[in-house]
């Protein structure tokens, strides 16, 4: 059974947001809510690095860990989904997710938060699949129409990669292997500093003895 | 004297009715999480991938790594 991933290859990212404006388009995501959007690092200097961030769909997702009425679930394939008849729209999973992937609408009299909205894979959620009731909650289901996520299948460089994770991770090998490099532009060590990137921690001074 | 009683009463029911709509609540009943369908399994075929036909796990399968291989551009190129 497929285990569905994303990765976004950081030396092919053009910041184009056309992942962002198909994502929102397939699914009619309302305003205010944007399930990917484009990080920039280093915006503006030469030798900016771009990504597509959405939900990552975690193998131990924090959402699910915190989640105080358990609406999450995974299915199968390994996607995160979430009802939203369940959820209290509370915020905590918000809170947990380190890429920032629950958003919240903004609807009612008083501007209220919504119901928890996010990446689903483009596999809608619990409802019958493909229905209407399916698509005003969760947008289209295109894993069961034999697709992939809209975002990968139309970037135009195709540096957001999305499907079946042995097969993303062979095409993305493939790709750094043919170029020389770029197996190190996105990761922990980008993200967070390399451990012999940053100065050697100095030792705390002694303490005056009395 | 009865006539303005009404008048105020009628009044202060206009202006109840309208300043508490927002307070109507929906009834919030607990129900538990919903089992979700298969992915290979669709109820509606018209959308379907060229090729595709839904509700075989196998198929499916198939299906997932041919699309997701049709990213892979060294496929066309090389």
Known sequence: ??????????????????????????????????????????????????????????????????????????????????????????????????????????????????????????????????????????????????KLPACAEMCSTKALLGGDGDVVADIFRTRVLNRGKGSEVWGWGTAYGKPTQGAPAQPLPKEPTK | MTQPIAFIAVAVAVVLATQLAACGEKPQTATPRKADEKVWQSNDPSYAASGYKAGDAAAWDAQNRQRTQAQNEYNRTR
């Open chain 1, 1 to 146: 059974m497929a285990r569905m991933k994303f990765i976004c290859d950081a030396e092919r990212c053009i910041e184009c947001n056309g992942c962002v404006t198909a994502c929102k388009a397939e699914h009619d995501v309302p305003w205010g809510v944007n399930r990917r959007r484009v990080v920039t690092l280093n915006d503006g200097i030469p030798g900016e690095k771009s990504i597509s961030v959405a939900c990552m769909h975690c193998s131990d997702a924090p959402c699910m860990a915190v989640c105080p009425v358990d609406c999450f679930y995974r299915t199968d394939e390994g996607v995160v989904l979430h009802d939203k008849d369940v959820c209290i729209g509370c915020g905590y999973c918000s809170y947990a997710c380190p890429f920032g992937a629950p958003q919240f609408p903004t609807n009612g009299t008083f501007g209220l938060r919504g119901k928890m909205d996010k990446c689903t894979f483009c596999a809608g959620g619990p409802e019958a699949n493909g229905s209407e009731a399916e698509f005003e909650k969760y947008g289209r289901n295109r894993l069961a129409e034999g």
